[in-house]
Each structure stands twice: as C-alpha cells, then as structure tokens.
C-alpha cells in the first residue's frame, strides 16, 4: 500500500485549480502521483485516490473513481509531452484495465424495461 506524499504550500486557503496550470512543480506531482493513487485506490477497492495532503492537515486531494480515467487522460497527455513512452503504456493499459471492469458490471432490467 501506498502512502500518501505531503505536499506543503505556504497559503493552501488560496490555491485554486487555475494554480495548477501554471505551477509546473505542482503538474510534476500530479502527473507522478495520480496514477499511482488510483492504482492504489483500484487494489484498496477504494472510491477515491489520495493524490497528495495538503501540508499536515490531513486534508487530501482526491480523485473519485468516476474521473481516474478522464486524470490518467491528463497525465497521458503530459507523458507524451516529455516523450516518456514507458509511462504512456502503463498509463494506457491502466486505463483500459478501468475500462475493463466497467464493462463487467450486470444491468438487471426492471419489468416492463427492454425485451
């Protein structure tokens, strides 16, 4: 099990998401801790990914099941941009992995509902 990295921030009542684009300290944490959150969280069976807390405070910063893929997306996107290839397939084949086991999921109609 991972732990969670601390990352520290002088006014964390003032970060805004707007931060992060123009923060390449904080890009360089979330492209190198999200998915290792959510690979945690997968194993964990947990809901949400622990991306980092905030100082220590013990409040996080969280992904919930329903956007890993749209943050792995994001961090692929960065992966390629540094041309780290390595990455890109471990990120790609995690997100299918995702993909997988949605696809798994029973739907049980109601009466009245389909065929």
């Keep these: 099990m991972r732990r969670t990295v601390r990352a520290l921030f002088e006014n964390p009542q003032e970060l805004r ?58 961090c692929l996107i960065w992966y390629v941009e540094d041309e780290d290839y390595e990455m890109c397939t471990h990120i790609k084949n995690l997100i299918q992995s995702i993909q997988n086991k949605s696809s798994k999921k029973i739907t049980i109609k109601k009466d009245g509902e389909g065929l």
């Design 17 to 74: 998401a707007e931060d992060v684009a123009k923060s390449e300290v904080l890009k360089t944490l979330l492209k190198s801790q999200i998915p290792l959150a959510i690979e945690d969280a997968i194993i964990s069976k947990k809901i949400y990914a622990s991306v980092f807390e905030i100082n220590d405070t013990k409040n996080y910063i969280e992904v919930h099941k329903n956007h890993w893929i749209t943050a792995l997306e994001t």
